[in-house]
């Protein structure tokens, strides 16, 4: 079992849209959650962290977290071409700062 | 702020021979990570550093790699004798303590 799970896509959305990328984690001492964003050929940019349970949002952008279920969402609202990237879900165990990365789930946004 | 620099941006070698990247981290950031990216994965830590030492390379093929930190800033990495399977994307990072990390634009390595 990997330790970081994404389903791998491609996840096609309109333009206008609501994304939803799903991850789980198999270590549940893990304390510290990010969504990092990668277009094609560049590095992974950060886009949100979370480290309570429940909601947070920051503009289009909506991470969740289930400690319990040892699950975190992203939600990208009103997509728009340019969100066209993979979206790696990165989890931090609980001993040190090691950061375990999803494989990336690829995401399509058509005009 | 300048963020993390990464030299150089490609590289192309053949098998058996060595090769080095260099990272510079955000100012101040105590803490550096060199990641391995093979296409269509995720990026794999190799090594963490912690100002000067070594805080998790458990995951370093140190047979033919090695990363050095001196003086707690610039670092490191190097690949000798370079495999086929090494090419891949080589990522820099750097963070503050408990915060998220940051990259480096990365080393696309191919080797022949």
């Known amino acids: 079992q990997k330790e970081v799970e994404q389903n791998s896509g491609p996840l096609s959305v309109p333009e206008g849209a609501i994304a939803s990328l799903n991850c789980t984690y198999s270590?549940?001492?893990?304390?510290?959650f990010f969504w990092y964003r990668q277009y094609s050929g560049k590095s992974p940019e950060l886009i949100m962290f979370i480290y309570s349970n429940g909601d947070k949002e920051d503009g289009r952008f909506t991470a969740q977290l289930n400690k319990a279920s040892q699950y975190v969402s992203l939600l990208i609202r009103d997509s728009q071409p340019s969100d066209s990237a993979t979206y790696l879900c990165a989890v931090k165990g609980a001993a040190g700062n090691k950061l375990t990365f999803g494989g990336g789930t690829r995401v399509l946004v058509k005009p | 702020e300048a963020g993390v620099a990464q030299s150089p941006r490609y590289k192309i070698i053949e098998k058996r021979q060595s090769v080095a990247f260099w990272c510079n981290p955000i100012s101040g950031h105590a803490t550096l990570y060199w990641y391995q990216q093979i296409l269509g994965q995720g990026p794999k830590l190799l090594i963490q550093f912690q100002n000067n030492g070594v805080v998790d390379d458990s995951q370093l093929p140190k047979d033919r790699f090695s990363a050095e930190r001196l003086k707690g800033v610039d670092s490191t990495l190097k690949i000798q004798p370079a495999k086929l399977e090494d090419s891949a994307v080589y990522l820099c990072?750097?963070?503050?303590?408990?915060?998220?990390?940051?990259f480096g634009p990365g080393t696309r390595l191919t080797v022949l």
């Open positions: 990072a750097s963070s503050l303590s408990r915060d998220a990390q940051y």
């Open positions: 270590d549940r001492g893990s304390q510290s």
